[in-house]
């Protein structure tokens, strides 16, 4: 199963209303809008201005390196990674959130 596939399962699990196609979509429930990036394309790090809460896929290869970009930057928005792995996944927040498995 392809990452963008995964990480839509993975919201609508959680009970969040998918939308948008491709490699960056919303995901939504309640009063909470998440915008969920499976690949970062042109190196670039959402803005500010695209939302306050981001959600980003990832390999488990390719976690570490965006975790440390992530910290460098320090966005004004909230930010977590989800690490993706065959069927397993592990929900990594940014300090000083808690770190979860499923």
Not at 10 to 39: M, S
Not at 45 to 65: I, K, N, R, Y
Not at 75 to 87: C, L, N, Q, R
């Amino acid at each position: 199963m392809r990452l963008v596939e995964q990480a839509r399962s993975i919201f609508a699990e959680l009970g969040y209303t998918v939308e948008g196609d491709g490699p960056e979509f919303r995901a939504e429930r309640a009063w909470k809008v998440v915008h969920v990036n499976t690949v970062l394309e042109n190196e670039t790090l959402p803005t500010a201005s695209s939302g306050q809460f981001h959600c980003f896929v990832a390999q488990p290869e390719d976690a570490d390196t965006l975790e440390t970009r992530l910290t460098s930057v320090d966005p004004s928005y909230e930010w977590a990674i989800i690490v993706v792995d065959g069927e397993e996944y592990q929900v990594e927040r940014a300090p000083p959130g808690p770190r979860v498995s499923a």
